[in-house]
C-alpha cells in the first residue's frame, strides 16, 4: 500500500525547525487559507468531512468535539493542546513537536481560528522541558513574522498561543485534570458535566485536543477534509503516527496510513523490521499500556482469521475477548522471553502511582492490584489471588471519576484473560518463576 | 418540575436537582448514601463513590440507560429518568466495592475511636462490608497529629472526602490545611507543623464523616451513646448560638451543631446552622445554655438505643 | 511531615525577572496558573524545592502556602528533599523494562554504590527511578536536568557518569 506522509515527511530536512524553512516548504499555508478565504464554521466543516479521530486515544472525532464548544456572547474561549504525551508506549508526540515544531503551531493557529479562540495553550509535560523551549522559540518566530499577535495577517483575527510545562504526573493527560494543572493546581479530574466544551480553562468553553489531532487540522485545510478522508479505510481516515517499542528490530516512531497490515507493520522492510534478536513475537499491546494485551496469535490476525489492520475498527475486532483498541498507537511488542505477569505488574505498579486519589476505586484499589501482583510476580501468590485480581477489576472499571481507573483495570483483566496459565504456573512453581520464563502461550485449537 | 422515579417511586423536583437532592426529597430508603457529598458545602462530592447509582432510563426523550454507574450527587435528573438504588443488584454489589476499598487500609479502630456509634463507614460497613477482609497487606499507617490545639487528625481512619479542605475554604479566612501527595499517599495534611486557628475551624469536625477529625475537648470521655443529645441555644454574637449539647447527668461532655437525618447541619433560617469554637470548645457548662429539649435522633441509630438510661440506671442501682 | 528547614530564603534576580515576566504572560486574577512553572524555575536555581521556598512562591503569588504544598506534593518531579548535584531518574516502565532498564539501575546503584533514593557521600549523584519519561522507542533512558540520555547501556551509563563528573553537561 502507498505510504502517504502529512506530518512528519520533511523532518529531515536540514533546519526544518525553524520558520524559514519551514515556510519555503509550504508552511503556514494553512493559516493563510483559512484565515483569508473561510469563515471559522468552514473550517470546522471541513475537519469534521475529513473524519478526523482525536488521536490522543479516544478516538472521538474532532470535528464534532468542536462543534460541542459553546459560545456565549462576551466569554473568551480557548483551545488547548494536549502535550502531556505520558502513556507508556507513546512517545510520537514528543517525536512531531521536537522535529516539527511549526506544524503544531501552525494547527494551534489554524485551530484556534476556527474555534474563535484568542488565547490559546500547550501544555506539555514537564519532563519534556527541552521541547517547551523548542516550542517557545517557533512560537517567538510566529510572532514576528505576524502569524500570532494581533491582526494576523491583516485578517482581524488576534490570537496569543501560549506553553505552559506540568510538574510530573500522567493523570494530567485526562482533559479536565489537564486545565486544573493549567490553572496552577493539583491535576485533580472534574466532575462531568460540565463538559470543558461549556466550562474549561477558568470556566471558560475550551476545546482540548492532542497534538497530532491539531497537527492534522494542516493538510485537512490544505488538501481539505474530503482529500483526508480518501486516505485510510472506513472510519480510520488519514495518517496516523504509531510509537513502537519493546522488543524490535527498528523501535521507533512512523507515520502510516490507517489500514496498513499489523503484520507489515511488524515485519516489514519500511517498518519495525521485526521481533529484535531472532525471537518470536509473545504479545502485543498496540495502543498505549491501557489497552488489552494480545497474544501472539490474536496479533497479526483476527480471531474470525481476518488480517489485523491498522485502524480503529480491524484492532478492535473481537471486542475485549479477542481484540484491543487503537488507542493512543503506542505499539509495545513483547519477545517470547519476558514475563506477562511482571509487565502486568509493572503496568499496575504504573497506574497506582500516577493515580490521583480523589476517588476510592481507583486510589484504593490500583494500590490493591499492585500489591497482589507484586506478591504473584515474586513467588508468594495463590490461586485466589488471580481471582482476587479480576474482581477487584471489575469493581474499579466503570466506577471512577475518569477513565485512570478503565486503563488501570483493562491491561489487568486481559493479561488474565489471555495468559491465565503463565500466572497459574506463578504460583505452582514460584521457585521456577523467579529464574526462567514461561515462553510462549499456545493457541487455542478451538476458535476463541 | 421534572418528573423522575427512583425505586419505582416517582418524585417531581426543579430542574437541576441531583439524582441524590431528589432522592433526599422522597426520603425513605430509596436514598444513597454519601460520604463526600455535603449539600451545604458547593464543590463537594463525586469522590467516594458510595452514592452510586444505575439510571435504566436517560430521560424520556433519550431513554437509553446510562452504560455506567452514575455518582448521584453529581448527576442531574433528567425528565422521564428512571433510577434504580435499593432495587438494582448491580448498585448493591458494586457499591459493595467501594465499601470494601474503603475498608482496606481503615484500621477498624471502632472500639477506641469517639466517632463509633455516629459513624457513616461503620454503618456503610454494616450494610455492605464482609466479616472478613481479602486485603493481606500491610495497612497505610500515620501518626495521630494535633492539627491546633482542639483537634486531632487521625490520618489512619481517613476516606479523603475532602469536606473538611471545603469548611477551611468556605468557612476561614486562611487555609493551612490540605490534600498533599497523591494516589494511595495522598493524605489530609498542613505539611509543616501547623495550627488551624479560626473561629469556625471546628466544623471541620462535625463534617468528618468518619473519625479521622476529632474534638480534643471531647476524646475519650464517653461513648457517644452513653450521652443525652440535647437541643440548647446561647446567645452568641459569632454564631447562630443553636446547637446540641451531649449531656450525661447534669455535665455537658461536648458541643456539636444540629445535624439532620443525613448527618449535615441543619438549616436554621435557611442558613446552615455552622457554630463557632467558642459554643463548641468552651461552653460546657450548662448555665452557658437554655436548653430546650431531647434532640429526635433516628430511632435506628444506635444512639437512641436507650443506651443511656440503662447506662443510668446501672448507675443509679450503684449509688443506692 | 516535610522536611523541615528554616529561614528566608531569596530567588536570584534571573529567576525572579523570569518569575514576573511568567506571571504578567497571564490574564489578570489567574496568576497562580504561573504555580507549576515558577516551581521549576526555583529548583532549577536551588537544586530542590524547599518549604521557605514553597513560602517564598505563594508570597509571590499572593496564595497560601498550603495551595503551593499540595500542588508540589503532587507532581513527581519537584525534589521536596535535598537531592545530589545530578539526579539520575531512570525510566521503570514495561516498554523500558522489555529491554533492560531493571539491569541498568541495578548497574548504577553498584556503580554509584547507592540504593534508588539514596545520594552519594560526595553529594554529586542522586539515584531515582521515573514512570513512563515519553522515549519508550528509544529506551532504556534517563533524564537528568531536563536531559534525556538514551539507547542506554552499562557502557554508555560509565560514559555518562564521568562525563557529569567533568561538567560537561553543566552547559546549555
Not at chain 1, 33 to 62: H, I, N, Q
Not at chain 1, 345 to 372: I, L
Not at chain 2, 182 to 208: K, L, P, Q, W
Not at chain 2, 229 to 258: D, L, Q
Request: with cysteine; glycine share 10%.
Amino acid at each position: 500500500m502507498s505510504n502517504r506522509k502529512l506530518l512528519i515527511e520533511n523532518v529531515h530536512v536540514e533546519g526544518y525547525d525553524t520558520f524559514d524553512v519551514y515556510r519555503k516548504h509550504g508552511g503556514y499555508r494553512s493559516v493563510e487559507k483559512a484565515l483569508k478565504s473561510m469563515t471559522p464554521d468552514e473550517v470546522v466543516e471541513e475537519v469534521k468531512k475529513s473524519g478526523l479521530r482525536g488521536r490522543g486515544g479516544a478516538g472521538f472525532p474532532t470535528g464534532m468535539k468542536w462543534s460541542f464548544l459553546a459560545k456565549p456572547e462576551g466569554v473568551q474561549r480557548h483551545l488547548v493542546c494536549n502535550a502531556d504525551e505520558s502513556e507508556p508506549g507513546t512517545f510520537k508526540d514528543r517525536y512531531l513537536m521536537e522535529k516539527n515544531p511549526h506544524l503544531l503551531i501552525e494547527g494551534m493557529i489554524t485551530s484556534s481560528y476556527a474555534l474563535g479562540a484568542n488565547l490559546s495553550f500547550i501544555y506539555i509535560r514537564g519532563e519534556f522541558m527541552y521541547i517547551l523551549h523548542i516550542l517557545e522559540k517557533a512560537i517567538d518566530e510566529a510572532y514576528a513574522k505576524g502569524f500570532l499577535g494581533k491582526n494576523i495577517l491583516g485578517s482581524g483575527y488576534d490570537l496569543d498561543l501560549r506553553v505552559a510545562p506540568g510538574g510530573g504526573a500522567y493523570i494530567c493527560g485526562e482533559e479536565t485534570a489537564l486545565l486544573e494543572s493549567l490553572e496552577g493546581k493539583r491535576g485533580n479530574p472534574r466532575m462531568k458535566p460540565p463538559f470543558p466544551a461549556v466550562k474549561g480553562l477558568w470556566g471558560n468553553p475550551t476545546v482540548v485536543n492532542n497534538v497530532e489531532s491539531i497537527a492534522a487540522v494542516v493538510p485537512i485545510v490544505n488538501d481539505g477534509g474530503e482529500e483526508y478522508a480518501k486516505i485510510g479505510i472506513d472510519r480510520s481516515t488519514g495518517t496516523k503516527l504509531i510509537s513502537a517499542s519493546g522488543n524490535l528490530v527498528r523501535p521507533g516512531v512512523y507515520e502510516i496510513e490507517l489500514g496498513l497490515s499489523v503484520e507489515e507493520f511488524i515485519y516489514g522492510d519500511d517498518y519495525c523490521r521485526g521481533i529484535a534478536n531472532g525471537k518470536k513475537l509473545k504479545a502485543c499491546v498496540p495502543g498505549g499500556s491501557s489497552v488489552p494485551i494480545l497474544p501472539h496469535f490474536l496479533v497479526t490476525k483476527t480471531a474470525a482469521g481476518a488480517d489485523r489492520l491498522m485502524t480503529y475498527e480491524s484492532l478492535a475486532d473481537g471486542g475485549f475477548a479477542t481484540g484491543s483498541m487503537l488507542g493512543s498507537g503506542g505499539f509495545i511488542v513483547f519477545d517470547e522471553d519476558q514475563c506477562i505477569v511482571r509487565n502486568t505488574w509493572n503496568f499496575a505498579r504504573f497506574y497506582s502511582h500516577e493515580s490521583c486519589g480523589q476517588c476510592s476505586p481507583c486510589r484504593e484499589g490500583t494500590g490493591w492490584m499492585e500489591k497482589v501482583l507484586h506478591r504473584l510476580e515474586h513467588g508468594h501468590g495463590n490461586m485466589r489471588d488471580i481471582e482476587l485480581l479480576e474482581e477487584i477489576n471489575k469493581k474499579i472499571e466503570g466506577n471512577t471519576i475518569c477513565p485512570l481507573g478503565d486503563a488501570a483495570a483493562w491491561p489487568v483483566a486481559a493479561a488474565i484473560r489471555h495468559f491465565r496459565d503463565e500466572f497459574e504456573w506463578h504460583v505452582n512453581e514460584p521457585q521456577q518463576a523467579q529464574t526462567r520464563n514461561y515462553g510462549l502461550i499456545t493457541q487455542p485449537s478451538v476458535a476463541v | 418540575m421534572i418528573k423522575v422515579t427512583i425505586d419505582d417511586i416517582e418524585i417531581e423536583v426543579e430542574p437541576g436537582t441531583t439524582i441524590l437532592n431528589a432522592a433526599r426529597q422522597a426520603g425513605g430508603d430509596i436514598v444513597p448514601p454519601a460520604m463526600c457529598y455535603y449539600s451545604k458545602l458547593p464543590g463537594t462530592g463525586g469522590k467516594c463513590r458510595t452514592c452510586l447509582v444505575e439510571v435504566a432510563a436517560g430521560s424520556t426523550a433519550d431513554p437509553r440507560p446510562m452504560p455506567k454507574l452514575v455518582a448521584s450527587c453529581s448527576t442531574a435528573v433528567m425528565d422521564g429518568m428512571i433510577v434504580k438504588n435499593k432495587t438494582s443488584e448491580r448498585v448493591h454489589n458494586n457499591r459493595g466495592g467501594v465499601v470494601e476499598f474503603l475498608l482496606i487500609n481503615h484500621p477498624l479502630d471502632c472500639p477506641i475511636c469517639d466517632q463509633a456509634g455516629e459513624c457513616h463507614l461503620q454503618d456503610l460497613g454494616y450494610e455492605h462490608g464482609s466479616a472478613k477482609t481479602r486485603y493481606e497487606e500491610k495497612r497505610r499507617t500515620y501518626d495521630p497529629i494535633d492539627i491546633g490545639n482542639k483537634i486531632k487528625l487521625h490520618m489512619n481512619r481517613c476516606i479523603l472526602c475532602y469536606r473538611c479542605v471545603h469548611v477551611a475554604n468556605q468557612l476561614t479566612d486562611k487555609r493551612v490545611h490540605g490534600v498533599l501527595h497523591r494516589g494511595e499517599h495522598a493524605e489530609i495534611s498542613t505539611y509543616i507543623e501547623n495550627a488551624i486557628e479560626n473561629d469556625f475551624s471546628g466544623n471541620m469536625i462535625d463534617v468528618c464523616p468518619v473519625g479521622a477529625l476529632t474534638d480534643k475537648t471531647f476524646r475519650f470521655k464517653s461513648r457517644v451513646w452513653f450521652l443525652k443529645p440535647m437541643e440548647a441555644e446561647c446567645s452568641c454574637t459569632k454564631c447562630s448560638g443553636k446547637a446540641v449539647v451531649w449531656m450525661f447527668g447534669n455535665e455537658i461532655y461536648r458541643v456539636t451543631a444540629r445535624k439532620d437525618k443525613y448527618g449535615e447541619v441543619e438549616n436554621i433560617d435557611d442558613k446552615a446552622a455552622w457554630i463557632c469554637n467558642d459554643c463548641r470548645y468552651d461552653k460546657k457548662d450548662t448555665s452557658k445554655w437554655n436548653i430546650i429539649g431531647p434532640r429526635s435522633i433516628n430511632r435506628h441509630s444506635v444512639i437512641s438505643q436507650g443506651k443511656y438510661k440503662t447506662f443510668m440506671d446501672k448507675e443509679q442501682k450503684k449509688i443506692s | 511531615m516535610a522536611h523541615t528547614d528554616n529561614g528566608p530564603v531569596e530567588f536570584s534576580a534571573e529567576t525572579m525577572s523570569k518569575i514576573n515576566e511568567l506571571i504578567a504572560s497571564y490574564p489578570e486574577g489567574k496568576h497562580k496558573s504561573a504555580l507549576i512553572r515558577i516551581l521549576h524555575l526555583v529548583q532549577t536555581e536551588k537544586g530542590w524545592v524547599s518549604t521557605p521556598s514553597m513560602n517564598k512562591v505563594a508570597e509571590i503569588l499572593n496564595i497560601q502556602p498550603i495551595e503551593v504544598y499540595e500542588v508540589a506534593t503532587f507532581y513527581t518531579m519537584f525534589h521536596l528533599e535535598p537531592v545530589g548535584k545530578y539526579v539520575f531518574e531512570v525510566c521503570r516502565t514495561g516498554p523500558c523494562m522489555l529491554v533492560g532498564s531493571d539491569n541498568i539501575i541495578e548497574y548504577i546503584e553498584n556503580k554509584l554504590n547507592i540504593k534508588v533514593g539514596e545520594t552519594t557521600n560526595d553529594g554529586v549523584f542522586t539515584l531515582k527511578t521515573a514512570e513512563c519519561l515519553g522515549g519508550c522507542g528509544y529506551a532504556p533512558l534517563l533524564q537528568c536536568k531536563y536531559k534525556f540520555h538514551e539507547h542506554l547501556t552499562k557502557e554508555r551509563v560509565d560514559e555518562l557518569i564521568e562525563e557529569y563528573r567533568s561538567g560537561k553537561h553543566d552547559q546549555n
